[in-house]
């Protein structure tokens, strides 16, 4: 069974993070992922950028992943709008 830690390391793996928080139940996650490199991207591309570091892991090993795709800036204006 795929775990939030082993989809944790996936992504980062592949994938440049500033933050990186999955959390699951074995078969459906969410992760809120922060890296420079979805800069001037819209969320469409910035998921298929996930989905490729993932490649076959998401038919064969994860039902469904949601995600939370955003720019270090993002982040952090997120943050101040949350105290």
Same mark, same amino acid.
């Given at each position: 069974m795929t775990t939030p830690?082993?989809?944790?390391?996936?992504i980062?793996?592949?994938l440049p993070c500033e933050h990186l928080h999955?959390? /699951? +139940?074995?078969r459906h996650f969410e992760a809120t992922i922060v890296s420079a490199q979805f800069a001037g991207k819209r969320p469409v591309q910035r998921h298929q950028m996930v989905y490729a570091v993932l /490649? +076959?892991?998401m038919r064969e090993?994860?039902?469904?992943?949601s995600?939370?795709?955003l720019t270090p800036e993002e982040w952090a204006?997120?943050?101040t709008k949350q105290g």
């Amino acid at each position: 069974m795929t775990t939030p830690d082993a989809i944790h390391r996936y992504i980062a793996d592949g994938l440049p993070c500033e933050h990186l928080h999955v959390d /699951g +139940d074995g078969r459906h996650f969410e992760a809120t992922i922060v890296s420079a490199q979805f800069a001037g991207k819209r969320p469409v591309q910035r998921h298929q950028m996930v989905y490729a570091v993932l /490649g +076959d892991r998401m038919r064969e090993e994860i039902h469904a992943l949601s995600m939370t795709t955003l720019t270090p800036e993002e982040w952090a204006a997120q943050r101040t709008k949350q105290g």
